[in-house]
Structure formats: C-alpha cells, structure tokens
C-alpha cells in the first residue's frame, strides 16, 4: 500500500515525508513536481513486547510507503508525470497548515477548511473531466455493440458524474463491491480514502492543543465522511523528536502531556482508513509484523508470508499477542490449551500470532 502526500505550497507536506521515511531530501530534483518515494516503519509497542520476551536474532516491523507528490494544484494535475504518479497511489495524506509563523508566506491566511476545499475542488474537477471523457466514448461503443458490462460501466459513471455535479468527492458516494471493481481502473483522485493531517503550532500545551486541533480548525464534520480520517501533528516537534533517541524521545514527549508521537498516530489513522491491521509470526530467529487487510482468511494470510504456504496450506496455529505474552512462552501456552488450530475460513484478527501448518 502507497500513500501519497499532498498539499499547498508552504504546509510542511515535504518536512513530514522526511520525518516520516528518514529520506534524504537534500539531493532532490530541481523539479518542484517529481514524486518521491519513502518508507516508513510503523511503530507496534505489541511487536516489541513480544520481542522482548523471546529475544529473536532479528525485529522487524510492518512498513508504509509513501510518496511526496510536490505541491498540488490544477496545473499540476494538467500534467501527465503528476497526474500518473497521484493516480498510483491508494490513498492521500492532505497536510493542512494549522500554525502561524509571519516568514512562511500562506495566500489568505491559516484557514484549513478553505484549503480542504480548494484541493478537493481540483480533484473533482480531474475526476469529471476523465469521467466525461469516458462517457463521450461509450456513445459510440453502445451504438455499436451493447453488453451488459458496457451498460453497468455506463450506468455507473453517470451516477459518478453527477455526483461529482453535486460538488461531492466520489469517495462519498456509496458503492457496492462490484461498483468498486469497475471503477478501480479509472484510479479517481477524488475516490482514494484520504487522511487531513492538521499541522499545528508549537505551544507549552501541545497534547491539549493536539486533541483540540479538529475542533478548532472546524474539521469535526470531516471525521463522520466516508472514508475520510482527520489526525494533527506538530512538525516542529516532531522534527527534534527524529533526531532523538528512544530513551530522550519518551521524556520528551511527557514534558508535553502526550505518551506517542504525532507520526504515530497518523500512521495508526493510515492504517485504519485503509482498513490494514497486522498479524505476527514469533521466534527465536524472527519476530515479524505482516500488514494485511482486515477480515483476511487464514489460508490467504499464510500467502502474505510466501505463496507456497497459501498453496500448502492446512491449519493455523493462532493465540493472541495478549495472551502469548501473560502466559510467557508458546510451551506454556499449549501446556494449557490456549493455542487454537484454525482452518483456512479463520478470519484473522488484529495482533493475532500465527503459526501455519503446511504440506509443502
């Protein structure tokens, strides 16, 4: 999964993809327009409880890919590189500048909800003039021959289309799995689940300030929205807070009420709004955290792992993290019943530890 990063000129949109991905930034194009790729390593304090306790050779995390798209704008979604690389990625991460600061220069002043609008109107407007494209081809295709999957496709981008007259992303309008699938092609702007990251001032009441950023900014509407997620951050403070260690980050952060990071927080909101949760395999050579979709099937988890262990498949042997780490080893926990085997229709579970039982 690719989220893309997006916003205004002079948000702090770049600054979160370098504290976000540690991506050296220094030696980038003179192209203000060029993507760039980073990954980001999601913070799991269930991984490194269990780590702790069996003490494998190697911990590693799930990891998020992002990409900083460059400022947005309708120009820039005129152009093909722009528009392609927006297009390819699953969902946005729209920063919002929510701080004050008199030598950063923002048109209009601070006002995020003018900003939401601005961008969701050039996104809709992508989207309208792709669907209009579309539908003026279909005439003559209908004319020509008509299929039922011809006439579904049709029905439905005229539904999109005026919803999209309505001024309403089409991330908002409700569709049904095989709705989903016919538009997935077309890769609308305005439909991928998009993340409003508020990026606030500095204050001696930040944590305060961070729970009552939605409020005050009036994004409360946006947090009921369909596949819309609202979180805030401080870049300045997370900026000091990537150059410190664990140990100095954890002190840091309780000097100011707040027991996670900004960034942590919004990969979590990241993680929900694409609907991804985590699974872990545990060892003495390896404890690892698998990103799958919610409402996964054993079987189909398995294959996350290696393909072969989905073709192979025949049981899972499951207990939860919680569970695994109160009983204090995988021995202890067979030793009274707590390790469950699964077929392959188990739905997997958020922080579920799976060990797959295979033929191959």
């Given at each position: 999964?690719?989220s ?5 000129p002079q ?13 050296d930034?220094?030696?980038?194009s ?8 980073g ?7 269930r991984?490194d ?16 890919e ?5 400022a ?20 946005l ?10 030598s950063i ?12 609008g ?7 407007v992508?989207?309208?003039a792709?669907?209009e494209?579309?539908l003026?081809r ?7 021959k ?14 999109a289309?005026?919803?999209l ?9 409700e569709m049904?799995?095989?709705?989903k699938k016919?538009?997935?092609?077309f890769m609308f702007l ?5 993340l ?7 204050s ?6 961070l ?7 009036g994004l409360?509407?946006?947090t009921?929205?369909l ?6 951050i ?12 664990d ?5 840091f ?10 960034l942590a ?35 189909d ?17 499951t207990?939860?993290?919680d ?8 021995a ?21 530890i799976?060990?797959?039982?295979h033929?191959?």
């Amino acid at each position: 999964m690719k989220s893309g990063i997006i916003g205004l000129p002079q948000v702090g949109k770049t600054s979160l993809f370098k504290i976000l991905t540690k991506a050296d930034v220094s030696n980038r194009s003179s192209n203000p327009r060029e993507a760039h790729i980073g990954i980001a390593t999601v913070p799991d304090d269930r991984l490194d409880r269990l780590a702790a306790q069996c003490n494998p050779r190697k911990l590693i995390h799930a990891q998020v890919e992002f990409a900083d798209m460059g400022a947005i704008g309708q120009d820039a979604l005129k152009e093909t590189a722009y528009l392609t690389n927006m297009r390819g990625v699953d969902a946005l991460v729209h920063v919002l500048r929510a701080f004050e600061d008199d030598s950063i220069p923002h048109v209009g002043g601070v006002d995020p909800v003018r900003d939401i609008g601005t961008v969701e109107f050039d996104l809709m407007v992508s989207d309208l003039a792709q669907v209009e494209a579309r539908l003026e081809r279909m005439k003559k295709d209908l004319v020509k021959k008509k299929t039922p999957e011809l006439e579904k496709e049709n029905e439905l981008l005229q539904k999109a289309q005026a919803f999209l007259e309505t001024e309403r992303p089409l991330r908002e309008m409700e569709m049904t799995k095989e709705e989903k699938k016919i538009v997935r092609g077309f890769m609308f702007l305005s439909e991928k689940p998009i993340l409003y990251v508020l990026n606030i001032s500095e204050s001696t009441t930040l944590g305060d300030d961070l729970e009552a950023a939605v409020e005050k900014f009036g994004l409360t509407p946006y947090t009921a929205k369909l596949n819309t997620g609202v979180t805030a951050i401080c870049g300045k403070v997370e900026a000091e807070l990537s150059e410190m260690s664990d140990e100095e980050a954890a002190e840091f952060l309780g000097s100011y009420g707040l027991k996670d990071s900004g960034l942590a927080r919004l990969i979590r909101k990241s993680y929900e709004l694409l609907g991804l949760m985590s699974f872990f395999t545990v060892g003495e050579d390896e404890c690892r955290a698998w990103t799958v979709e919610k409402n996964i099937r054993a079987q189909d988890a398995a294959g996350a792992i290696h393909t072969d262990l989905a073709k192979h498949f025949i049981r899972a042997e499951t207990i939860h993290w919680d569970e695994l780490l109160s009983l204090g080893s995988e021995a202890a926990a067979r030793a009274v019943g707590k390790l469950r085997l699964e077929g392959k229709e188990y739905i997997v579970q958020d922080g579920d530890i799976l060990h797959i039982r295979h033929s191959g």
